[in-house]
């Protein structure tokens, strides 16, 4: 495959394009906003006083429930993304399997319109949530399967020397894309009110699917790194377990993925729980301050992914990672003794801004610059995925299981014990690749 080549990188990037309106809009902005607002009661001060929902005939506070359904959706992606990966290397099928997930993320968006909650008593008795939850769980299945795919695109397309830059323009049209949808649902919503909020869902998918197209004109298919075709899916545990054996042996790689795993989980949980905090800990938010709050995250994170490349650049990748952990640790700590009023949760979420795409661009391209020359990509980044889809279902877990023995603002210390064990691990990483040193 080509590296450099404008035309496939340009392919490339625009799926970050294609497939960052689900993150936002359904993982961020307008789906959590509508399953609070028909799962819970709050008082006239704006604070919530009931919050409870049914599923299976077990109760659970809302975001707990959501927070669990989520980390679901993360063990089934952790459990199955190996083995695909090792058929789609030794198959060829990469393109393939990163369009299967891309269709089943996007159509089960679609049908996010159909969610509804019911209370069928005035006191007491709990929303009934039903099955028309499931669609977010298959949506984030489809989301985050074709992102192992996708992200084992850039060391085939890039040289060492540009993944940096690739990886932040990447994220940067994502941050871009699915601020353009999102604006544009505002208006068709919010203020000109030509449609109800649910066809937000519906928007999600058409944006996705027709993007993605483009995307997946310009992608390359990948060639079979096995010759014989038979017995696919045994040789797709072979080779996954192949490549597990040559990660134990590059130690620096093996570091750098315990160091990801642990702070990459903090941040992903505050990417999913942040919209369910802010409903319930922000004293007189309103729907509109949330989505201004997404908004300011949005633009500052794409000022974020170039600024966090270009510190790389000057301090090499391990230390820029560094300097980012660091100050999430901070952001979470503020968050959780000062931010009670809208005013400042919209300081928190302009810091988040300035650290989320830079923090989640670097992670991916100082993992793609650690990587051997190799067949195998896929399957190289499905551990890459395996260790960020297992952090992300302890961290919802654990956030979820502390607000229900809890509250919801103790989850907050949890994720910076995540932080703090990330740094230390990144600390301790055996430098040897000059590529993210300097």
Known sequence: MEKGNKRIITGWVFYDWANSVYPLIISSAIFPILYETQTSVKNDSGRTIFDTVSFLGREFHNTEFYAYVICLSYIVVALISPLLSGIADAGGKRKSF?????????????????????????????????????????????????????????????????????????????????????????????????????????????????????????????????????????????????V???????????????????????????????????????????????????????????????????????????????????????LCLFVYQFVWYPWQFYIAAAVVGLVMGGIQSLSRSTYSKLLPQTKDLTSYFSFYDLAEKIGLAIGTLTFGIIEGMLDIRTSILALVIFFLLGLILLIRIPKQNNATNH
């Open 98 to 242: 990163m369009q299967f997930f891309c269709f089943l993320g996007a159509i089960s968006s679609a049908l996010l319109y159909f969610f509804h909650a019911d209370r069928y008593a005035l006191e007491g008795s709990p929303f009934y949530i039903g099955w028309s939850i499931i669609p977010l769980f298959f949506g984030s299945i489809g989301f985050w399967g074709s992102l192992v795919y996708y992200n084992a695109y850039l060391p085939d397309i890039a040289d060492p020397k540009d993944h940096d830059r690739v990886s932040a323009r990447g994220f940067s049209m994502g941050y871009l894309g699915s601020s353009t949808l999102l604006i544009i649902v505002l208006i068709l919503t919010v203020f000109t009110k030509v449609i109800d909020i649910r066809w937000a869902f519906p928007l999600v998918s058409l944006w996705w699917i027709s993007f993605a197209l483009f995307s997946f004109s310009r992608l390359p298919r990948t060639k079979a790194s096995q010759t014989d075709q038979k017995n696919l899916i045994g040789k797709g545990y072979k080779e996954v377990f192949g």
């Open 244 to 330: 597990w054996k040559q990660i134990r042996k590059n130690k620096e790689l093996k570091g750098y993925l315990g160091s990801f795993f642990m702070f990459n989980m903090a941040v992903q949980t505050i990417m999913v729980m942040a919209v369910a905090f802010a409903n319930k800990e922000v004293i007189g938010i309103k729907q509109t301050d949330l989505i201004v709050s997404i908004l300011i995250i949005q633009f500052i994170g794409i000022l974020g992914a170039f600024v966090m490349s270009k510190v790389s650049k000057w301090i090499g990748n391990y230390k820029a990672l560094g300097v980012a952990i660091f100050i999430w640790i901070l």
